[in-house]
């Protein structure tokens, strides 16, 4: 410890000499900036190669260099967990320069070393003088980087990087593991720039306590432009393994993008995709490839009201080890016609046919309607809308292992809305909107059972929807704000007396005070009430027949910034608010999911003077139920540009 000590010592002295170095730099006033060297002349530095800390040694390309020394801080404590406490001392050292010239290559790289002082102590408070567990380490991160020909049609760049936990996750999560990644890239395109390509490859490998990860990933893209033609071609092979249990796995994939859109009013855009994955885990191995294939194509006449439209879709799936597989083959076609700008005609149809496992089955399914929206009327500051839809379809399906089944559904809905706006200002407005609408719809199936069951739940069902909102908006030239309140109610008229509510309200924006401070975020609070039908319900919803469930849940975050804390220059200041939660929980819905941070509370006041930062943050937050605290304080001093 007495090591750390001196070494600390030895940091904060050059930290404060570097400190009032830069102050006496100053200018007498304290917003004034240091004085910068005049610019080279032109030609002197090719490619902007000008530093504080630059050497040139007898013709050889300059380097530009930077770094910086600091020392951390870091405290965390959860109820329950024993408490952490770390300082961390970190160099970094950083350099860039060109070889020959800039336009031949680039090379940059930064290193950073650290060592760590741990102490994990049986009790919440990091800083009491407790019996504890010490540790001590000692570990790099850094990249490197190299370009070459980075202005040309065929750069070529190589790269390598180093990540520690430890030194980037804050002790907050309890992360440990580290991460190094080494590939390059290769890119080619002509000078007459119709088509491209490219190349990489990516070699991954992650540790950490109890286990030890690799993954190397090759890809390649294509792409070519004639006429009224575009084509990309991308695939890519990714191999996985974790050597310490012995597990792979290897996905392959390859897909193909083609549109034309001639000058006419017809398009065509078709994709193939094919994937396959193979994974060799303990008990459960397993080879699934899939080709998927769809083209999708549009005709429309500028100034025409008929617009027309086409599909084909294939999917092809195997399991080479199950031996399963599934083939599905699926046409579709549809029209829209606008016989005026308020009634609208439409219809489409869709021929399916799926094989499994020795099992055929065909489907066909179609549909036509009606629309209608009225012109909007204007009175007395009132905005009122109409609207009316009529839609028919049917349905088919047979098979050698399904009974032969044909359902028809015919539904309509009507509805209407009024909206008022009252301004409040030059910048700032309410508005008010209003909307009912009814929906009446009725099921015919030709299956005996499913009629059966059809009528005991009432295939005629009337549903009535009413909304509303409440929206306030206002702006400037230092704020931006928005507010809205949603409420919603759908309920089934007769029948079941299915019931689903849902309140909604939203408010964001940011408010600057002043050039130093403002304050910003967004939060929403919903609410969500349901009541469930009476009779027939589908097996496996977990559902009871006439059961009330409801919900609440709330997100958002708010920052304040003051960028000139206490009107001293260089001190700033940020506090964060973080909510993202279930308010309450009922019973059957899914629990939060594992680690995420449901409320945070981030204090944060940085203090730079010179090339000498400091920092000091504390968070307090809620992890999977569990309170966690944290404190780090910071001190750096930088060197270079």
Same mark, same amino acid.
């Given at each position: 410890?007495?090591?750390?000590?001196?070494?600390?010592?030895?940091?904060?002295?050059? *930290?404060?000499?570097?400190?009032?170095? *830069?102050?006496?730099?100053?200018?007498?006033?304290?917003?004034?900036?240091?004085?910068?060297?005049?610019?080279?002349?032109?030609?002197?530095?090719?490619?902007?190669?000008?530093?504080?800390?630059?050497?040139?040694?007898?013709?050889?390309?300059?380097?530009?260099?930077?770094?910086?020394?600091?020392?951390?801080?870091?405290?965390?404590?959860?109820?329950?967990?024993?408490?952490?406490?770390?300082?961390?001392?970190?160099?970094?050292?950083?350099?860039?320069?060109?070889?020959?010239?800039?336009?031949?290559?680039?090379?940059?790289?930064?290193?950073?070393?650290?060592?760590?002082?741990?102490?994990? %102590?049986?009790?919440?408070?990091?800083?009491?003088?407790?019996?504890?567990?010490?540790?001590?380490?000692?570990? @790099?991160?850094?990249?490197? $980087?190299?370009?070459?020909?980075?202005?040309?049609?065929?750069?070529?760049?190589?790269?390598?990087?180093?990540?520690?936990?430890?030194?980037?996750?804050?002790?907050?999560?309890?992360?440990?593991?580290?991460?190094?990644?080494?590939?390059?890239?290769?890119?080619?395109?002509?000078?007459?720039? #119709?088509?491209?390509? /490219?190349?990489?490859?990516?070699?991954?490998?992650? =540790?950490?306590?109890?286990?030890?990860?690799?993954?190397?990933?090759?890809?390649?893209?294509?792409?070519?432009?004639?006429?009224?033609?575009?084509?990309?071609?991308?695939?890519?092979? /990714?191999?996985?393994?974790?050597?310490?249990?012995?597990?792979?796995?290897?996905?392959?994939?390859?897909?193909?993008?083609?549109?034309?859109?001639?000058?006419?009013?017809?398009?065509?855009?078709?994709?193939?995709?094919?994937?396959?994955?193979?994974?060799?885990?303990?008990?459960?191995?397993?080879?699934?490839?899939?080709?998927?294939?769809?083209?999708?194509?549009?005709?429309?006449?500028?100034?025409?009201?008929?617009?027309?439209?086409?599909?084909?879709?294939?999917?092809?799936?195997?399991?080479?080890?199950?031996?399963?597989?599934?083939?599905?083959?699926?046409?579709?076609? %549809?029209?829209?016609?606008?016989?005026?700008? #308020?009634?609208?005609?439409?219809?489409?149809?869709?021929?399916?046919?799926?094989?499994?496992?020795?099992?055929?089955?065909?489907?066909? +399914?179609?549909?036509?309607?009606?629309?209608?929206?009225?012109?909007?009327?204007?009175?007395?500051?009132?905005?009122?809308?109409?609207?009316?839809?009529? #839609?028919?379809?049917?349905?088919?399906? +047979?098979?050698?292992?399904?009974?032969?089944?044909?359902? %028809?559904?015919?539904?309509?809905?009507?509805?209407?809305?009024?909206?008022?706006?009252?301004?409040?200002?030059?910048?700032?407005?309410?508005?008010?909107?209003?909307?009912?609408?009814? =929906?009446?719809?009725?099921?015919?199936?030709?299956?005996?059972?499913? @009629? *059966?069951?059809?009528?005991? =739940?009432?295939?005629?069902?009337?549903?009535?929807?009413?909304?509303?909102?409440?929206?306030?908006?206002?702006?400037?030239?230092?704020? +931006?704000?928005?507010?809205?309140?949603?409420?919603?109610?759908?309920?089934?008229?007769?029948?079941?007396?299915?019931?689903?509510?849902?309140?909604?309200?939203?408010?964001?924006?940011?408010?600057?005070?002043?050039?130093?401070?403002?304050?910003?975020?967004?939060?929403?609070?919903? $609410?969500?009430?349901?009541?469930?039908?009476?009779?027939?319900?589908?097996? %496996?919803?977990?559902?009871?027949?006439?059961?009330?469930?409801?919900?609440?849940?709330?997100?958002?975050?708010?920052?304040?910034?003051?960028?000139?804390?206490?009107?001293?220059?260089?001190?700033?200041?940020? +506090?964060?608010?973080?909510?993202? !939660?279930?308010?309450?929980?009922?019973?059957?819905?899914?629990?939060?999911?594992?680690? $995420?941070?449901?409320?945070?509370?981030?204090?944060?006041?940085?203090?730079?003077?010179?090339?000498?930062?400091?920092?000091?943050?504390?968070?307090?937050?809620?992890?999977?139920?569990?309170?966690?605290?944290?404190?780090?304080?910071?001190? !750096?001093?930088?060197?270079?540009?």
């Amino acid at each position: 410890m007495r090591r750390g000590s001196r070494l600390l010592l030895a940091l904060l002295a050059v *930290a404060a000499a570097g400190g009032v170095a *830069a102050q006496q730099e100053r200018s007498p006033t304290s917003d004034a900036r240091v004085a910068q060297p005049p610019p080279a002349e032109e030609g002197n530095e090719p490619g902007g190669f000008k530093g504080l800390f630059d050497f040139n040694w007898g013709g050889l390309p300059p380097i530009r260099t930077a770094g910086s020394l600091a020392y951390d801080l870091r405290a965390s404590r959860a109820k329950g967990e024993a408490s952490t406490m770390a300082h961390l001392f970190t160099g970094t050292f950083g350099a860039r320069t060109y070889i020959y010239q800039p336009w031949f290559a680039t090379v940059q790289a930064s290193l950073r070393l650290t060592s760590a002082h741990t102490r994990t %102590g049986a009790v919440d408070d990091p800083f009491a003088p407790h019996p504890a567990t010490a540790g001590r380490e000692q570990f @790099a991160s850094g990249n490197a $980087r190299i370009d070459v020909f980075p202005r040309s049609r065929f750069p070529f760049e190589v790269h390598v990087d180093r990540v520690d936990s430890r030194i980037d996750s804050g002790l907050s999560t309890g992360l440990d593991f580290r991460t190094t990644s080494i590939g390059m890239t290769q890119r080619y395109r002509p000078a007459t720039g #119709n088509w491209n390509v /490219s190349a990489g490859y990516e070699h991954r490998e992650q =540790s950490g306590t109890g286990f030890r990860d690799t993954q190397d990933s090759l890809t390649a893209d294509f792409g070519l432009r004639w006429k009224e033609n575009d084509l990309s071609v991308g695939g890519s092979l /990714s191999h996985a393994r974790r050597r310490l249990v012995g597990e792979s796995s290897d996905f392959r994939s390859l897909v193909a993008r083609h549109s034309w859109s001639p000058v006419g009013p017809f398009s065509l855009n078709t994709t193939v995709n094919l994937t396959q994955t193979v994974d060799e885990f303990a008990g459960a191995p397993s080879d699934i490839s899939v080709l998927q294939v769809s083209s999708v194509g549009l005709w429309h006449r500028e100034g025409s009201p008929l617009s027309l439209s086409g599909a084909a879709r294939a999917v092809v799936l195997r399991d080479d080890v199950t031996g399963h597989g599934i083939d599905n083959l699926s046409f579709t076609a %549809g029209a829209n016609y606008e016989l005026t700008r #308020n009634l609208r005609l439409t219809a489409n149809g869709t021929v399916t046919t799926t094989r499994s496992s020795g099992a055929q089955a065909q489907g066909f +399914s179609g549909s036509a309607g009606v629309s209608w929206q009225a012109d909007t009327l204007n009175f007395a500051q009132f905005r009122y809308d109409r609207f009316a839809t009529v #839609n028919a379809s049917v349905a088919a399906s +047979s098979g050698s292992q399904v009974e032969d089944e044909t359902q %028809g559904t015919v539904n309509a809905q009507a509805g209407h809305s009024v909206t008022r706006a009252w301004p409040l200002g030059s910048s700032s407005a309410l508005s008010l909107t209003a909307s009912q609408s009814l =929906s009446v719809s009725r099921i015919e199936s030709s299956l005996p059972a499913q @009629a *059966a069951q059809l009528a005991s =739940s009432r295939n005629s069902q009337r549903t009535a929807l009413h909304m509303g909102s409440l929206t306030w908006t206002a702006g400037g030239d230092n704020k +931006s704000l928005y507010a809205r309140l949603t409420f919603s109610d759908s309920r089934e008229l007769g029948g079941s007396h299915a019931r689903f509510q849902l309140w909604n309200f939203q408010i964001s924006g940011t408010i600057e005070f002043n050039r130093w401070r403002s304050l910003g975020g967004d939060f929403t609070l919903q $609410r969500v009430a349901q009541r469930v039908g009476d009779h027939y319900l589908d097996a %496996g919803t977990g559902l009871i027949p006439g059961e009330t469930t409801g919900s609440t849940s709330a997100s958002g975050e708010i920052t304040y910034r003051d960028n000139r804390f206490l009107d001293m220059p260089g001190l700033r200041f940020t +506090s964060r608010i973080k909510l993202a !939660q279930d308010v309450l929980r009922q019973a059957g819905t899914l629990p939060s999911l594992p680690d $995420r941070e449901t409320r945070m509370w981030e204090n944060r006041l940085d203090w730079s003077v010179g090339r000498l930062e400091t920092g000091t943050l504390y968070r307090l937050s809620q992890v999977e139920g569990k309170r966690r605290d944290f404190l780090m304080f910071r001190v !750096q001093r930088n060197f270079g540009d």
